[in-house]
């Protein structure tokens, strides 16, 4: 597809998550289903969340076609009584778990804060902020029990700057870069590590809801970040914690205007 950059990146198989239990919100397509898939690859069970059944119980049933193990839960990060009820169920299932991926998120089209509702913003970062910290308030308890665990947020590259038009959703990423940092202090005794990813332009649905996918621009793929993501969830990067890992490939400033050769 046009405008896409392929550097030839692919998944490889291997046992890093053998037997270790994955929670991953917002798996029901783009970089959260690319996530999920990747973890079940690895020998992960993996707990897969999201707002739309459909989605889920598709992206379930194919890791369990491919041989995996899966699981989905229907869960709106924002409310309390869900985040509780879907790490329950995570729990019953599996009996532990030993990786969140906070990456559920909700965007709006462009408009300036003088003309935002304040439901519409509310909105936007109950879902990219104070989800992830209702998710991770829920497994904490879990993982220091165990003494071992992994917390990946998905930010963005709009979490390092603000920019016309993007209020709540670049308030709220770059809140969950220190609200990473905060769960890492508070964390590192009982050796559980917390990182974060900030993507830049990937090819998701929702980047084409806000306008961000054209024909002239070139795009990430949703197996690249899960690449990024499966790599601070394994033990392969046990010496990284309360770090913000920028993903920004060909969308990085530094490359504005050129083009892939």
């Not at 985040?83 to 995570?90: F, H, K, P, T, Y």
């Not at 497994?139 to 390092?160: A, D, F, H, K, Y």
Request: aromatic share 4%; hydrophobic share 45%.
């Amino acid at each position: 597809m046009q405008g896409i950059w392929y550097p030839g990146v692919k998944n490889v198989t291997n046992n890093r998550f053998q037997d270790r239990v994955a929670i991953v919100t917002g798996g029901g397509r783009g970089i959260g289903k690319a996530i999920a898939q990747g973890f079940a690859q690895e020998g992960a069970r993996v707990v897969v969340t999201a707002r739309t059944a459909d989605e889920i119980a598709d992206v379930a049933h194919e890791i369990v076609l491919a041989g995996g193990e899966a699981v989905g839960v229907v869960c709106d990060v924002s409310d309390e009584a869900n985040v509780q009820q879907m790490v329950g169920e995570a729990i019953s299932q599996w009996g532990r778990i030993d990786v969140l991926v906070n990456n559920a998120a909700a965007n709006l089209p462009n408009i300036d804060l003088v003309d935002m509702k304040t439901d519409a913003w509310r909105r936007v970062v109950d879902v990219n902020l104070t989800g992830p910290f209702l998710c991770a308030r829920a497994v904490l308890p879990t993982m220091i029990e165990q003494g071992s665990g992994s917390i990946v947020n998905i930010s963005s590259i709009g979490g390092r700057h603000g920019a016309k038009g993007r209020g709540p959703y670049r308030a709220a990423k770059a809140g969950l870069i220190n609200l990473t940092e905060t769960l890492a202090a508070e964390t590192f005794p009982h050796r559980i590590r917390v990182n974060c990813v900030c993507p830049g332009g990937v090819e998701t649905e929702m980047l084409r809801m806000i306008g961000g996918v054209t024909p002239d621009r070139q795009l990430m793929t949703p197996e690249e970040m899960a690449n990024v993501v499966l790599y601070l969830a394994s033990d392969d990067s046990s010496a990284v914690t309360g770090t913000a890992i920028d993903a920004f490939g060909p969308t990085h400033p530094l490359f504005s205007g050129q083009m892939m050769r």
